[in-house]
């Protein structure tokens, strides 16, 4: 009996040991750093929403998103692609969403209260001046330049990104009490608007991040990385990963 007892409770143990170092693994997982490529294409994407260019077929889809402090998987799916030409980089988003709420109509208003998808840029990953895009499902915009860490806001959305362009196709319908199946966002990002002279060389590295919010009412919204921040705050510029451009 008493070796009985003693197997079973080895057993036990081992089985405990074995589900905490399968926990630990998915934690470490949920706040890993990641990493995607952009692939180049000679034709650039047109920016209506759809996502139907051979191109984006082809380009690598991120991993899902996770809970900004990486306790879990977003509950509802969100990924993003990335390609480039030699005049811009393009952003898309394919987000899963039941109620649709974008209420916001004028640029750089506060899309990051409601439903949205947004591009954090630091192209010379020295974490300190970087750009902030944000497209809502109604495609309104809200764009910034920060010289450093959340310089001034007000100053910071001053900034106007004048090639800018996106396109969002919904599947559903916009504030309304309908069940909705989600949205789909494209972004363009030109070189020039990043103060950049021109296109990166195949094998650059730039330190980005992106975002999802999915609002659910007063007090209730889910917010959703790439790169969980692991803090309150989308800004956190050392939880940036890393866009690998390549030709």
């Known amino acids: 009996m008493r ?19 399968v926990v630990w693994n998915e934690r470490q ?10 692939i180049w294409t000679a034709t650039p994407p047109i920016i209506d929403g759809r996502l139907d260019e051979l191109v984006w077929n082809l380009a690598q889809v991120t991993s899902e998103f ?17 390609v480039w030409t030699d005049h811009a980089v393009y952003f898309a988003f394919v987000v899963v969403d039941h109620d649709i709420i974008a ?14 998808v947004e591009v954090f840029i630091d192209s010379n990953g020295d ?3 970087y750009f902030e895009f944000e497209v809502s499902p109604r495609g309104t915009v809200f764009d910034a330049y920060f010289p450093s860490y ?5 100053r910071s959305k001053q900034f106007t990104a004048a090639s ?14 309908q069940a909705d199946r989600g949205y789909t966002v494209e972004m363009k990002v030109s070189y020039s608007d990043l103060g950049l002279a021109g296109a990166p060389k195949a094998g650059e590295r730039w330190r980005i991040n992106m975002f999802r919010i999915d609002y659910h009412g007063p007090d209730d919204a889910d917010y959703t990385a790439w790169n969980a921040p692991l803090v309150g705050d989308f800004h956190a510029l050392d939880r940036f990963g890393q866009l690998r451009f390549v030709q």
Request: charged share 25%; glycine share 4%.
């Open 3 to 21: 070796r009985y007892i003693i197997w079973t409770t080895l057993v036990f143990v081992a089985l405990g040991a074995g589900y905490a170092a």
């Open 29 to 38: 997982e949920l706040r890993a750093l990641r990493e995607t490529t952009a």
């Open 66 to 82: 996770v809970y900004s402090d990486a306790r879990a998987k977003a509950p509802l799916p969100c990924r993003a692609r990335v």
């Open 103 to 116: 209420p916001h109509t004028m640029r750089d208003g506060p899309l990051y209260t409601r439903d949205v």
């Open 127 to 129: 974490t300190t001046d």
């Open 150 to 154: 959340r310089e001034n806001l007000e």
């Open 164 to 177: 800018f362009e996106r396109a969002v196709h919904v599947n559903g319908t916009l504030d309304s009490a």
